[in-house]
């Protein structure tokens, strides 16, 4: 197993120019979930999906966008960078029932 | 409302010393425990959790944790610290059925040779 893969990894983008991060996982895990991760902040949930076709927000969803059309795969989109959105962006997913995250190695956007 | 305070943004100890990173959390309903880490550059791992069982919860890298519902803690502890157990730690919290997780700031730890 692969477990929680992101891509890509590192991202500068422009203000204004929009982007997807990716997401998949192989494990079957029917619970995924989108953080960010700034400095001294901790971990802020964004968005988190129960099941292919259902996704709800979490602390902080404004200037981004989800869908869940597969188990595997949990796309995150940003439409209008901006430089509140530079970040570490990590993946993560859970296994029905269960309560241990497994999460991806990250991607660091940086909006200039 | 859930939350989680972790006291001590760095925290420095020498290499063989213990290590004690805290942890307070506040929820109305029995708490789910989390403690995770994270190397430079990677993702976090899960180090150990505390789900209503045993108080004394034993996690990997010989890491544990006390639940202390007095005391709303959860604090990390090992008795040798090494070199590198040099990390970023998070605690986090949530509840059963809920599948939501409220991280901490986190801790960074350093290990002085």
């Known amino acids: 197993n692969a477990g929680v893969t992101q891509t890509p990894k590192f991202r500068i983008l422009k203000i204004g120019q929009s982007m997807t991060l990716q997401c998949t996982q192989d494990m079957n895990h029917n619970y995924m979930y989108w953080y960010r991760q700034d400095p001294g902040m901790g971990l802020k949930l964004i968005y988190y999906s129960v099941g292919a076709g259902i996704t709800d927000k979490g602390e902080v969803p404004n200037g981004y966008n989800v869908s869940r059309s597969t188990t595997e795969d949990f796309p995150l989109r940003l439409e209008l960078a901006a430089p509140s959105q530079t970040s570490v962006y990590f993946c993560a997913s859970i296994e029905r029932d269960r309560d241990t995250q497994y999460f991806g190695p990250g991607t660091r956007l940086t909006v200039l | 409302a859930q939350s989680v305070t972790q006291l001590g943004s760095h925290v420095s100890v020498s290499e063989g010393a213990l290590v004690l990173l805290r942890c307070n959390y506040s929820s109305s309903v029995p708490p789910y425990l989390f403690w995770y880490v994270q190397y430079p550059n990677q993702g976090l791992q899960l180090l150990l959790k505390?789900?209503?069982?045993?108080?004394l919860v034993k996690g990997i890298n010989g890491f544990e944790a006390e639940f202390k519902k007095s005391e709303t803690s959860f604090h990390l502890t090992k008795p040798s610290a090494h070199m590198s157990d040099a990390a970023e730690y998070f605690c986090a919290v949530s509840t059963s059925g809920t599948y939501k997780y409220i991280f901490g700031t986190g801790t960074r730890l350093k290990v002085l040779a």
């Open positions: 505390y789900t209503s069982a045993a108080t």
